[in-house]
């Protein structure tokens, strides 16, 4: 973008509502939803990645090649089939989730599972073996050499976590069919998120609005990168 | 002191060895030598109790850890340590790799504790000490040569005072340098009454540091004795090919 351009957003950056928290509150809803459904899958996919590390059993390539697969969930289905499973028909319609943030998660956690456990799997199957095998001759449990292998692995699982949660934030079609791209009276963010307001604005014309958006999502995305590079830097030397 | 008797390893229908005893007593030093891929390595997998025989029986002071459950299994392993061909450092600080088996040893509440109290502990100088590493507790594992890094996985087992230390091929990709000092941390481990079992195809290194030599040629040993009587004066045909190189394998 040119200099030259600055002043014709200077409007656009004025339009946005920021008194009233419009932006800060998409920001928000954007980070609670994306931050939490990582959070809960990298929980569940890193024991999974583990386990199916250190574990031989038939059919193990078969699981591996399941899990590849799940990376490639278009969102949209995997947000019918959330939409399904929080509708009043659904198995879990007396939670009344429909139209909410926890709905919205639950679709990121599933479609950020299957790439946090494939790469956090990889990682794990890339630590050496005698590594493994030095923690267990040593007198460690398998519980130890597990974390041997975790400390050995961080820098792919951080990269795992970093894929998971680009995926989760910048995904529009399963929140927007269970969150609902909705905002309250006072115009601040139920579960409108930076992607589904990006998506909504672009439809109205609002492509300055849109733009800065959409910057604000690249700004958000660059700066946890740099926090999660910077916080596996910090491990070499302990 | 650990003992294998009459054991039998195969890897589907390929027979590694069978009927197989040895022992090795508290401090002695006892070399494994044979030709690569006749299974040293799986010996000491057995002695280390890593791995259990398809047939005979394993023991620790006549205690078969198969026959225990699996903490007291864990207890006997944690008596025993090994050294590998490749050193297989963690990503840490010297100090760190040296100090692990101590670590695993105490409770967890202890290793909380120990991670904002970075002291090094005496055995872990101690331990770098033999090698001839006591300054280097700082440094960073991947910072090492090979043949330090040999020397800081070999202060690794020693630091937890093991009852019987078993290496595998420990000086294979060494120089004379590094190589002199792992065979005078052999000799000082056997000192403290650790007995110890190296597997090696160098005869050299065997003569130089053993008290006892196995040869383990084909699938079994085909001569155990004092190290003086098996290279100078074999019993058996093949052992003394294989000992003056007229057996290439």
């Known amino acids: ?238 | 002191m650990l003992r294998a008797a009459d054991v039998s390893v195969a890897y589907g229908d390929e027979t590694i060895f069978r009927d197989l005893s040895v022992e090795v007593d508290a401090g002695e030093v006892i070399a494994v030598i044979g030709p690569s891929g006749v299974g040293k390595t799986t010996l000491l997998r057995l002695l280390a109790l890593a791995a259990e025989p398809d047939e005979g029986s394993v023991a620790l002071d006549d205690v078969d850890p198969w026959a225990r459950s699996a903490s007291e299994r864990l207890a006997l392993r944690r008596r025993v340590g090994m050294v590998f061909q490749e050193a297989s450092l963690f990503d840490a600080s010297v100090a760190r790799n040296v100090e692990y088996g101590l670590r695993v040893r105490r409770s967890w509440t202890d290793r909380l504790g120990s991670l904002f109290g970075r002291g090094v502990p005496d055995a872990v100088r101690e331990a770098l000490d033999v090698v001839g590493l006591a300054d280097e507790t700082r440094r960073h594992a991947d910072s090492l040569s090979g043949g330090e890094a040999q020397r800081v996985s070999f202060a690794r087992a020693l630091a937890y005072e093991p009852d019987a230390l078993l290496l595998d091929e420990p000086t294979s990709d060494l120089d004379p340098r590094n190589t002199a000092v792992i065979e005078e941390a052999i000799g000082e481990a056997r000192d403290r009454g650790i007995g110890v079992a190296v597997a090696t195809h160098d005869m050299h290194q065997a003569e130089r540091v053993a008290d006892r030599v196995a040869v383990l040629l084909d699938d079994g040993i085909t001569e155990m004795g004092p190290t003086e009587v098996v290279f100078e004066d074999p019993a058996n045909e093949r052992t003394r090919k294989f000992i003056s190189g007229e057996l290439v394998y």
């Open chain 1, 1 to 238: 973008m040119s200099l030259a351009a600055i002043p014709q957003l200077a409007p656009a950056l004025l339009d946005l509502p920021f008194r009233e928290g419009y932006v800060w509150s998409i920001v928000y809803v954007s980070l609670y939803v994306s931050v939490t459904a990582v959070a809960v899958s990298t929980l569940v996919s890193v024991p999974v990645a583990v386990a199916l590390g250190f574990a031989e059993f038939p059919g193990k390539g078969f699981v591996k090649s399941v899990i590849n697969t799940g990376m490639g969930f278009p969102s949209v289905v995997v947000g019918l089939v959330v939409l399904f499973a929080v509708s009043n028909q659904g198995p879990l319609g007396s939670l009344e989730l429909i139209f909410t943030r926890e709905a919205m998660i639950m679709s990121q956690f599933v479609l950020a599972t299957p790439p946090i456990t494939a790469i956090s799997l990889a990682a794990v199957d890339g630590v050496d073996d005698g590594v493994r095998d030095a923690a267990r001759a040593l007198g460690g449990t398998r519980i130890d050499a597990a974390l041997v292998v975790l400390k050995e692995a961080r820098y792919g699982i951080a990269t795992a976590v970093l894929a998971g949660f680009g995926r989760a934030v910048s995904e529009v079609g399963s929140v927007l069919i269970v969150g609902g791209n909705i905002t309250g009276p006072d115009g601040v963010s139920k579960t409108r998120t930076l992607t589904t307001a990006i998506q909504l604005e672009a439809r109205q014309g609002q492509y300055e609005t849109a733009m800065i958006l959409g910057a604000v999502l690249v700004a958000l995305v660059l700066t946890v990168n740099a926090v999660v590079v910077r916080f596996g830097d910090g491990g070499v030397n302990a």
